[in-house]
C-alpha cells in the first residue's frame, strides 16, 4: 500500500493543541510531539466503523483489547508478558502521576535522568514529592548516564523511584541493555523501583533496539512497572489510551487504586477500537513511517552542515524529536526559541524546559511533511544562520 507521507494534511481550526494554540495563526509549530501525519488507514478505518454505530457510552475494553496490545511487544520487542498485568488509562502522563501516587509517599525522592522530558517534573510535584535529579554526561556530540552520580543519588533513604525515559526524550537515545541493565542493578541495591516511560519504543531507528526494561530479567520486571502507549507510534495522543505493566500483584493492586483516586481508570471507546485496529494491523505503516522520518533526519543533519555551523545536531537513536546543541551561540535557550518565534513564527522547545541540564539546546519536532520541514529550518537559518 501507498502511504503519502508528503501530504499537506491542514490542522488548523481542527482544535488542535500544537496548530491552534499560537496567537499568530502564522506560526510554524515544531514543538509539542505529535505528528502532522494521518495514522494508519486500518485505524481510520476502525474508527469511521465505530462512529456509525452512532451510540458513545462507556466503554468496556474486550480480551482483544489486550491480546492486541501483548501480541505487538512479542512480535516487535521479543517481550512476551500477562495481559492480566494491565491495567489501561487515559495517557502515559496520567500513568506517571499515578504510578507515583501509588508508590510513593509526600517528600520522598523520585529520580530523573536530565535533560528530560518536562512533564516528569510536574507528576513528581504534582505528588508532592522531591526532584532528585542525576544529570546524563554530554561528552563527544552524545549522552551516557552518570552512573556514579545515579548510585550515590539512589542510595539515600529518601529516594523511592525513578523515572526512565525509555527511549530518551529529548536527547533521542535508545538505551542499550548494558546501559539499563547496569541503571536497574543500582536500583536493585538500593530498593529504589523503576518507573520505564516507553511510549517512544517503536521509533527506533537502523543500527539500534528498542530494550523494555522489564524485558532483562525477572527481577527488574517485578521492580518496575512500564508505561506504554500507541499514541506517539501511530500519532493517537488526543484518543487517550495507554497501558501501565505491572507484574508483581502487590505493586499493582496499589496503582489501580490510584488510578481510580485519580479518575483515570476508564478509556473512550474510539481508544479501544484504535489501539486494536493500530497493534493488529499497523505494522506496515509504521516501517513506512520511520523511513520517511529517518529520511527527514538526514535532510536536517545535512541543511545544519551546510547552514547551521554553529549548530550541532545529536544523533537520533529514537523518537521524531530532535535535540540541538545551541550553546556555541552563547544565549540562554529561552531567548533562542523566543527569537525564533518573534522573527520567524517559529515555535519549538527550548532545553531548559528539560531541566537546567537542557539549556543551551532546543528540540526540533520533525514528524512532518518534509516540506514543512524546510520551511523551519530555513526560518532558523535567517534567524541563526
Not at 547551521?308 to 524529536?321: G, H, N
Not at 544565549?331 to 537542557?358: H, V
Request: charged content about 25%.
Amino acid at each position: 500500500m501507498n502511504y503519502n507521507f508528503d501530504e499537506i494534511v491542514p490542522r488548523r481550526g481542527s482544535h488542535s493543541c500544537k496548530w491552534d494554540s499560537a496567537e499568530d495563526p502564522a506560526t510554524l509549530p515544531m514543538w509539542v510531539a505529535d505528528m502532522d501525519f494521518r495514522t494508519a488507514p486500518c485505524v481510520i478505518e476502525a474508527m469511521e466503523k465505530r462512529a456509525r454505530h452512532g451510540i458513545f457510552g462507556y466503554a468496556k475494553p474486550p480480551g482483544a483489547c489486550l491480546e492486541a496490545l501483548t501480541g505487538w511487544f512479542e512480535r516487535r520487542h521479543h517481550f512476551r508478558f500477562r495481559e492480566e498485568w494491565v491495567l489501561l488509562t487515559t495517557g502515559v502522563v496520567p500513568a506517571l502521576s499515578a504510578v507515583i501516587k501509588a508508590l510513593a509517599e509526600p517528600g520522598d525522592g523520585v529520580i530523573v535522568l536530565s535533560p528530560v522530558y518536562n512533564c516528569f517534573f510536574s507528576s513528581i510535584r504534582n505528588n508532592r514529592c522531591e526532584t532528585v535529579s542525576s544529570d546524563l554526561i554530554y561528552k563527544d556530540g552524545t549522552y551516557r548516564i552518570d552512573f556514579d552520580d545515579l548510585e550515590r543519588k539512589a542510595s539515600d533513604p529518601k529516594a523511592k523511584l525513578l523515572l526512565l525515559c525509555n527511549p530518551h526524550n529529548p536527547v533521542g537515545r535508545a538505551w542499550t541493555r548494558d546501559e539499563l541493565k547496569r541503571l536497574g542493578d543500582i536500583c536493585l541495591r538500593n530498593r529504589v523501583t523503576v518507573v520505564s516511560d516507553e511510549i517512544h519504543c517503536d521509533l527506533v531507528y537502523p543500527g539500534h533496539v528498542h530494550i523494555p526494561f522489564a524485558s532483562i530479567g525477572k527481577d527488574f520486571l517485578y521492580n518496575s512497572a512500564t508505561c506504554m502507549s500507541p499514541g506517539k507510534t501511530f500519532n493517537l495522543a488526543g484518543l487517550q489510551v495507554a497501558g501501565i505493566l505491572a507484574a508483581d500483584d502487590a505493586m499493582r493492586e496499589k496503582i489501580d487504586r490510584a488510578l481510580n483516586i485519580n479518575e483515570v481508570c476508564e478509556i473512550n471507546a474510539f481508544a479501544v477500537e484504535a489501539l486494536m485496529a493500530a497493534y493488529n494491523g499497523g505494522e506496515e505503516w509504521l516501517e513506512r513511517l520511520k523511513r520517511y522520518l529517518y529520511g527527514n533526519y538526514t535532510y536536517l543533519k545535512n541543511f545544519a552542515g551546510h547552514y547551521l555551523p554553529r549548530f550541532t545536531v545529536l544523533p537520533l537513536e529514537a523518537t521524531y524529536l530532535v535535540w540541538i546543541d545551541c550553546s556555541t551561540l552563547g544565549l540562554p535557550s529561552a531567548e533562542i526559541a523566543e527569537r525564533l518565534l518573534r522573527e520567524e513564527k517559529l515555535w519549538l522547545n527550548d532545553g531548559a524546559m528539560y531541566g537546567t541540564a537542557g539549556e543551551g539546546f532546543i528540540r526540533l519536532n520533525i514528524a512532518c511533511p518534509r516540506i514543512r520541514l524546510m520551511q523551519g529550518l530555513n526560518k532558523i537559518k535567517n534567524v541563526f544562520g
